[in-house]
């Protein structure tokens, strides 16, 4: 390959006639494509691809004069100019057998041609261009061809069963068009000299049987590679699976396949790569075991259920590489191997994350010798790391046991060999000083164990290279070693939840990497130091609950990147500086809460679009809530998972009256504005009814008067509202039953009036608290009635039951009581006198009886008497 340093394509080459054969690949011209060369009327190779050092825009209206043309490579040349008569150009072309125009800039894919003249061509490569039109007809005229690639254009549409035509296809690559959908048509499936299909990143849909079947019915079908990744399809994968004994390699990748690997699996004699990651499978065959070409395997982050014995790896001779990442803590597959196993492969790759391996170390590690990466992570492993292990003399680039039961003595004397290598430590029961590894250690992690003492002085210069150091959560004390400040790759510092002690030192000059700041929860005293100014990567810096003090240094504003400031729980005093929101537009939490700030809070914060979490409260701010409180979009608008890759670690949220901890996975959903405990003043502003996505408001124990803003219930998304222990007067707005979310309130020690809405979720807020001390507040669940109520029921707790008018519910019980009273005596008359009056027997026994005993009375009265 020559390199022509720039100089335009020359053009006399077009003078040179009998020329046949010209490749001038990445040869560094200039200029454009000269249109001389029309006049190489017997050329039949000519490859351009690549031999621009700079981008112009070519046409393609010399090519027609090349009609003996075989061969054409104009890959990466810009043909922009070309993008309306491209195809009509090659079409003039009817020797042509190879035509590579990949990267070229073009734009318009024709769907139609007035008549086919490349019927010759085997081998069309049109990928990465700029095509939005679905496949075109004319395409499946081209009976000869065997290599198909149009990845990387915006192609859509289903895939018609014209593919049926091209029976001569070898390779076919539609990969990364991200909206070809549909299923995976039945005519694919009789192409049985395809050797590679590549259709990932699509939108393709349906179960893969039918096209499997199909493969599986060709007498000899020649398929080696099949990557079907990043789709939707679904369904079980086919027992017919096992009859392409010819796949070498087979991705299933980021797709929703279900159930078990098919027990046929073991039939693929010559799979050397399996991938079904991302789907919801189940079920694992003992077969799989028999794949003895299979080199590398992952199965991670489905739904696997059982257990693994040595019978699912037994012939696996050829396995270096084996992942089974779950991120999900939840294990549902175990590893009940024999203690005594001997293992056939030698693992250079082990990913294990979420599965049982324990609860002893397992020994059928005990030949791996070869291994690099070893992560066991999640595993419930306990006890120690043993011997035998440390002694296999590994080279490794990767020990991750985070998050098991392991005790006794670090894996220190383990040998890293990569520049880049990782440990990983965290979530176990190590006890004593915290451990050092070899200074090609580039990430370690040893958070929530039990190490204590000191931070070893030297950590700067036994692990220089470091770019991530997280020993948070143990028993550490002691001062911040001037050391660390010599790690000019450290990129995330977090050594929070420790006993630290002393003053920030002056070290931050030599890390403008540092992206990650958390010292939060030690007992560090002093100021800011000025120095901190140099981190002009920080983005998240988190020195909440120690013994800080003084004012904030104006060298912070220099942080303009940062996304987290968090400094409560100290004692820092002064302003709230305006510059945070002048310097640090991108912010979008602010907590300062539990500090000694003074003054009122500065309009300019109103400037921060971003803020969507702000806590300000028990300080002692003054003056009143800045009128322009409502510009805060940040809580306004509803952020959604991609958001959360700008969020790391956790902060602790007041909430629902409680202390909330979020973290990455959650902190974006909070929207949330704590003022509370300050001596804010004046009325609530209206505009604070526009931030329509706050979820929590807390303005409690200040000074605010006025009425409650009329529009409260625009916050439909508010779950929190605490406004108590202020000098609030007027009636509830009636616009507040729209707070249909709404799980915590306090409207306590105000001067509220009137009545207590009887509607929506205030049915569920019945705790008579939340409204004492307002004396002209009234019913449920207080016990004061409100004018025009005759009587207040008994239990605030009847779910609103008696809500109802008191005099409509007597006059339902005087109806059911004169009810009851008529049919009483109707049963009574007519069960004694109907009887008498329908059975002349009875009658005449009971008249009879009432004579006689008349006359007995008569008797008995006329003897007393004489």
């Not at 100019?81 to 894919?109: E, M, V």
């Not at 070498?248 to 159930?259: I, P």
């Not at 049915?763 to 002209?776: A, C, H, K, Q, R």
């Not at 008191?806 to 009887?835: A, N, P, Q, R």
Request: proline share 6%; glycine share 8%; charged share 15%.
């Amino acid at each position: 390959m020559n390199n022509f340093g720039g100089t335009k394509l020359p053009g006399f080459i077009g003078s040179l006639k009998q020329l046949r054969y010209l490749n001038l690949s990445g040869a560094s011209f200039a200029g454009t494509i000269p249109p001389s060369l029309r006049n190489l009327s017997r050329l039949q190779y000519l490859d351009l691809s690549n031999c621009f050092a700079e981008s112009s825009q070519n046409d393609l209206l010399w090519l027609p004069g090349l009609s003996s043309l075989r061969y054409l490579n104009l890959g990466a040349i810009d043909l922009s100019k070309a993008a309306d008569h491209w195809l009509r150009a090659i079409n003039l072309l009817p020797s042509l057998t190879q035509l590579h125009l990949p990267n070229c800039f073009l734009s318009k894919l024709p769907l139609s041609l007035p008549f086919i003249n490349i019927t010759l061509l085997e081998v069309l490569d049109l990928s990465n261009n700029n095509f939005n039109s679905t496949l075109p007809w004319w395409l499946f005229n081209l009976t000869r061809l065997i290599h198909l690639d149009l990845n990387s254009n915006s192609l859509r549409g289903e895939l018609p069963d014209e593919f049926a035509n091209l029976a001569s296809l070898q390779n076919l690559d539609l990969s990364q068009n991200s909206d070809l959908e549909g299923g995976l048509p039945r005519s694919l499936g009789s192409l049985c000299d395809l050797s590679v299909l590549k259709l990932s990143v699509n939108r393709i849909t349906g179960a893969i049987t039918d096209f499997i079947n199909g493969l599986a019915r060709c007498n000899d079908s020649k398929l080696e590679y099949l990557d079907l990744v990043n789709n939707g399809l679904s369904g079980n994968l086919p027992d017919s699976l096992g009859n392409l004994k010819n796949l070498r390699y087979l991705q299933f990748l980021l797709n929703s396949f279900h159930g078990s690997i098919p027990r046929t699996i073991g039939n693929m004699s010559s799979l050397k790569e399996f991938s079904v990651a991302n789907n919801r499978m189940s079920g694992i065959p003992e077969s799989f075991g028999q794949l003895s070409t299979l080199v590398a395997v992952d199965l991670s982050e489905n739904l696997w259920e059982g257990v693994v014995t040595e019978r699912h790896l037994a012939n696996l001779s050829s396995l270096t590489d084996l992942a089974l990442n779950k991120l999900s803590p939840n294990i549902s597959l175990a590893f009940n191997i024999a203690p005594g196993w001997i293992p056939p492969f030698k693992l250079r790759y082990l990913y294990i994350r979420s599965c049982q391996l324990g609860p002893q170390f397992p020994t059928w590690l005990r030949n791996q010798n070869d291994l690099k990466t070893v992560v066991l992570r999640n595993a419930r492993i306990s006890g120690t790391i043993p011997n035998w292990f440390l002694q296999l003399n590994l080279q490794l680039d990767e020990l991750d046991v985070a998050y098991n039961q392991l005790t006794g003595k670090p894996p220190t004397s383990l040998t890293f060999i990569d520049d880049q290598s990782n440990v990983d430590l965290s979530s176990n029961s190590y006890e004593g000083p915290l451990p050092m590894w070899s200074s090609n250690v580039t990430t370690l992690y040893l958070r929530s164990n039990r190490f204590s003492g000191p931070i070893p002085g030297n950590i700067g210069e036994l692990m220089p290279y470091l770019t991530d150091l997280d020993i948070s959560w143990n028993s550490l004390n002691g001062t911040i070693p001037l050391s660390i400040g010599n790690m000019a790759n450290l990129t995330t510092l977090v050594i929070s939840n420790n006993y630290l002690s002393g003053e920030i030192p002056w070290f931050w000059s030599n890390l403008s990497l540092l992206y990650i700041l958390d010292m939060s929860n030690n007992s560090l005293s002093g100021p800011i130091p000025r120095e901190v100014g140099f981190l002009s990567s920080l983005r998240l810096f988190i020195l909440s609950n120690n013994n800080l003090s003084g004012k904030l240094p104006s060298s912070l504003r220099n942080c303009s990147s940062l996304h987290s400031l968090d400094l409560g729980e100290n004692n820092f005093s002064g302003n709230i500086p305006a510059w945070i929101a002048e310097s640090i537009p991108s912010l979008l939490i602010l907590r300062l809460r539990s500090n000694s700030f003074t003054g009122e809070i500065p309009p300019e914060i109103c400037h921060l679009s971003n803020l969507h979490i702000v806590d300000l409260s028990h300080n002692s701010l003054s003056g009143p809530i800045p009128p322009c409180i409502g510009n805060l979009t940040g809580l306004k608008v509803e952020l959604t998972d991609a958001d959360t890759v700008i969020y790391q670690g956790q902060l602790t949220v007041v909430a629902k009256g409680q202390f909330l901890q979020y973290g990455q996975s959650n902190l974006y959903l909070v929207n949330s504005l704590d003022l509370s405990d300050n001596r804010l003043s004046g009325e609530i502003p209206e505009a604070m009814t526009s931030l329509l996505r706050l979820w929590t408001l807390n303005l409690s124990m200040n000074h605010l008067t006025g009425r409650l803003p009329m529009d409260i219930g625009n916050l439909e998304w508010l779950e929190t509202l605490d406004l108590s222990s202020n000098n609030l007067s007027g009636l509830l707005p009636s616009s507040m039953t729209a707070l249909t979310k709404l799980n915590h309130l306090n409207l306590s020690y105000n001067d509220l009036s009137g009545k207590i809405p009887t509607t929506n979720q205030f049915l569920t807020l019945n705790d008579p608290s939340i409204y004492e001390g307002n004396v002209g507040l009234c019913g449920i669940p207080l016990p004061m009635s409100c004018p025009g109520d005759e009587k207040q029921p008994q239990s605030p707790d009847d779910g609103g039951r008696n809500s109802k008018s008191e005099d409509g519910g007597d006059d339902l019980e005087h109806i059911w009581l004169f009810l009851s009273i008529g049919l009483g005596f109707c049963v009574g008359f007519w069960g004694v006198c109907g009887t008498l009056i329908v059975k002349k027997s009875w009658r005449e026994a009971y008249f009879g009886y009432v004579d006689r005993m008349k006359n007995k009375l008569i008797a008995l009265i006329a003897g007393q008497t004489g």
